[in-house]
Nanobody, 127 residues
């Protein structure tokens, strides 16, 4: 299984970036996909997650209204559109996948619940 994240970079505060994560080696549509981030010296943090095609996404309170997670099952890709970025959101952003094991499920927010991880993409927000 491989999760390849891209789209990070340098952006000014208030700007936007769109992250992408392409998955291979797994049944993409059968996995919850999520984004986490980790800033230097801090623990990793759940940012957003999305389940199957009919489920509502879940967002961390800190990003609600500014970030949007979407998935394209035909392309095995999950996206994170980030708007109005803040200085404190500079971090390495990781995509992760968790197999869906039941018809009714919740999107997990803990790192331990995700089986597969990408290599991360750096997002740097400057003033």
């Amino acid at each position: 299984v491989q999760l390849q994240a891209s789209g990070g970079g340098l952006v000014q505060a208030g700007g936007s970036l769109r992250l992408s994560c392409v998955a291979s080696g797994l049944f993409f549509g059968s996995n919850i996909m999520a984004w986490f981030r980790q800033a230097p010296g801090k623990e990793d943090e759940f940012v957003a997650g999305v389940g199957g095609s009919r489920s509502e996404p879940l967002y961390a309170d800190s990003v609600k209204g500014r970030f949007t997670i979407t998935r394209d099952n035909a392309k095995n890709t999950v996206y994170l559109q980030m708007n109005s970025l803040k200085l404190e959101e500079s971090a390495v952003y990781y995509c992760a996948a968790a197999p869906i094991r039941s018809i009714i499920y919740e999107i997990p927010t803990r790192r331990a619940n995700y089986r597969y991880w990408g290599q991360g993409t750096q997002v740097t927000v400057s003033s």
